[in-house]
């Protein structure tokens, strides 16, 4: 198994079909493959033992996955965001190493021994000039399927960042299983604004060219440059963090209040997945009623198990909207049902499964689910589970509900609280836009509850208001008493990383006053 | 799962050559046709066939004739297939007019229900 094998099919299934960019102008699929093979013969002469790229997405993004995988180099995609100090500490970790950067940030390394700087223009210019070797291009790439295919730097909210290791086998297995061959139509077109360096950003692009489905990439994300691209570009499917539906759902609702041309309408969307958060549930809402033509899928995964293990398809969106019922109307916020070859199970601390419907830790397995960090053991148990360290709980028709990190858990008296429920019912309150539950010390109860609340602007058109204590009196009312929280704090935005991952160590640090200062 | 490949065995030694090995990664060309095959999944030795005539290693040329009748309903690109004891998984990576075989029996089209986009 190797990534390279999928390409390869792509090639000779659909080699005239355009695999990146406009219709008019893009790569196609037989053009990435011979981009690839020429960057293959590029990376593996000096001695190179991976190939990073510290960049936004290009052409070059998929040339460089491919051609790694084709010179059996792992890729690294790493965080362009960093400071030039954080990225050069990286790159000295996976000396020695490639790094393809922006050509305006060529200089931002620091001057490695065993660390080759490539200017992603003159890479690009030089392999768009290579020749096809004579007699074709051999498949000599290691179909094993052990070797490192993706290494990524998990986001490392504490302590040094960890690279999850991704081996060829456990990518092409995520593909394999969930991906049709050439099961996309011509005419589609999905937007990858997900950068590089998140998982989604690498599945987007694997999962694209095995379903034959061109690829048009937004280097930055705004919302208007989004809503354009879905526009001129005709697209018909994309994948967004909850942090980006948020601002696009504003967007298009300021569309309608204008006037403007575009009038809130997206007439060649047909599929929008979201994942990589918890999504508030007035955003998916709204998006719902302004896009009724759009299948919404709602994607959990994780770096370590190669992207997506479950998945809330769009009928199930609509039932549980349209529902009267509370139970199914709450599916609206769950991760939906696992995939086919994925295998979930609910344990308590001690490994145990917990009975049905029961809180814990969710658990996977299944072919795509590495769980490997480089230069560490394995953490898949002796029968393959991998403990994700999220909460959550599987309901009676099999839908999992993701509750958040196990280690965002507030203990109070004794008592865990998970953050994500209380959330959940702060932000039914239509005065509410996003709202955050953390703990913070104190000495009577080892933790208080925090609640920092970000409110519509008085201008918006729900008009709501709300006081601290009914927000308080609500969760009372929701949930349990030892579920309020004990001072609610009206903040005017929450803390969230490029990619819609909310910091709570931030915002721990932002709200410390809130606490006694004990540590206990 | 060795018993079982040696009862498709035929005992009229069609095969010279030893039964390849179903790594997963391997690679596999059709005798008869234009399929090419990967093993996805598998373990041990097999009678990998395709329209009736054991699979060649990739990269040998086809000398075998037409497919047999009863193993020509043909291969899909992309499409995975497998045995009936689920042991043995292959997918196509260049279709073509025979049908894939574990001994003389068919690999049955792996059904998958196509699964939403979600990236």
Not at chain 1, 126 to 155: N, R
Not at chain 2, 20 to 44: H, L, Q, W, Y
Request: hydrophobic share 40%; glycine share 10%.
């Amino acid at each position: 198994m190797n990534l390279m094998m999928l390409l390869e099919m792509a090639a000779g299934g659909f080699g005239d079909r355009v695999a990146v960019g406009s219709r008019d102008g893009g790569l196609t699929f037989q053009q990435l493959f011979d981009r690839a093979g020429a960057a293959a013969g590029r990376f593996r002469t000096g001695g190179a033992e991976v190939v990073a790229m510290a960049d936004v997405s290009s052409t070059a993004l998929p040339i460089s996955l491919f051609g790694a995988a084709w010179a059996d180099l792992p890729f690294v995609p790493l965080n362009y965001r960093l400071t030039d100090d954080e990225l050069s500490a990286l790159a000295a970790r996976i000396a020695p190493a490639i790094v393809v950067l922006d050509p305006e940030a060529t200089g931002r390394l620091a001057d490695l021994g065993d660390v080759v700087v490539l200017d992603r223009q003159a890479l690009l210019d030089e392999l768009a000039e290579a020749l096809v070797p004579d007699g074709g291009w051999g498949t000599d790439w290691d179909m094993a399927g052990e070797g490192t295919a993706i290494l990524l730097f998990t986001s490392g909210t504490t302590g040094e960042p960890k690279a999850a290791m991704l081996r060829h086998r456990h990518l092409v297995s995520y593909v394999l299983g969930s991906v049709e061959f050439m099961g996309a139509a011509e005419d589609e077109a999905a937007l990858v604004s997900v950068p590089p360096y998140h998982v989604a950003g690498m599945a987007a692009l694997l999962s694209n060219v095995y379903a034959g489905r061109r690829i048009v990439q937004l280097p930055t994300f705004d919302a208007g440059s989004w809503v354009d691209l879905v526009r001129t570009e005709e697209v018909t499917s994309a994948m967004v963090v909850p942090t980006m539906l948020t601002r696009i759902v504003e967007h298009l609702d300021a569309e309608l209040a204008n006037g403007s041309s575009g009038n809130g309408a997206l007439p060649t969307l047909r599929s929008l997945a979201y994942g990589g958060g918890k999504m508030p549930r007035p955003t998916i809402e709204r998006a719902l009623q302004l896009l009724p033509e759009v299948a919404f899928v709602n994607a959990y995964g994780l770096t370590e198990t190669s992207s997506t293990v479950a998945l809330l398809g769009p009928q199930e969106h609509r039932d549980a909207l349209a529902s009267d019922d509370e139970a199914v109307r709450a599916r609206l916020g769950s991760a939906g049902r696992p995939l086919p070859a994925i295998e979930v199970s609910i344990r308590d601390e001690d490994g145990t499964e917990v009975a049905l419907g029961l809180p814990g830790e969710i658990w996977v397995r299944g072919e795509q689910v590495s769980g490997e960090y480089r230069g560490q053991a394995p953490r898949l148990t002796a029968e393959g589970w991998f403990p994700t360290r999220d909460g959550g709980r599987l309901d009676e028709a099999g839908f999992l509900h993701v509750t958040g990190r196990i280690d965002d858990v507030i203990v109070k008296g004794g008592q865990n609280v998970s953050p994500g429920e209380i959330e959940a019912v702060l932000v039914e309150h239509p005065a509410v836009v996003d709202a955050a539950a953390i703990g913070l010390p104190d000495r009577q109860w080892g933790e208080r509850i925090v609640a920092a609340v970000v409110l519509a602007d008085a201008d918006s058109t729900s008009g709501a208001s709300v006081t601290a204590e009914e927000l308080q009196e609500l969760v009372r009312s929701e949930l349990r008493s030892n579920r309020t929280p004990d001072h609610v704090e009206f903040v005017a935005a929450l803390p969230y990383n490029d990619t819609g991952k909310l910091l709570r160590r931030v915002l721990r640090t932002e709200l410390a006053h809130f606490g006694d200062g004990s540590t206990e | 799962m060795m018993g079982d490949a040696l009862e498709r065995w035929p005992d009229d030694h069609a095969q010279e050559s030893p039964m390849p090995d179903m790594k997963p990664g391997s690679r596999f060309t059709s005798n008869v046709c234009t399929t090419e095959v990967i093993v996805v999944r598998g373990a041990g030795e097999a009678d990998l066939r395709c329209g009736g005539s054991c699979m060649l290693s990739a990269g040998s040329v086809p000398d075998g004739g037409p497919p047999d009748p009863d193993a020509a309903a043909g291969t899909l690109m992309g499409k995975r297939y497998v045995d009936a004891d689920d042991t043995l998984e292959v997918l196509c990576t260049k279709p073509g007019d025979g049908s894939l075989g574990l001994g003389d029996v068919l690999l049955e089209l792996k059904e998958a229900k196509p699964l939403p986009a979600s990236d």
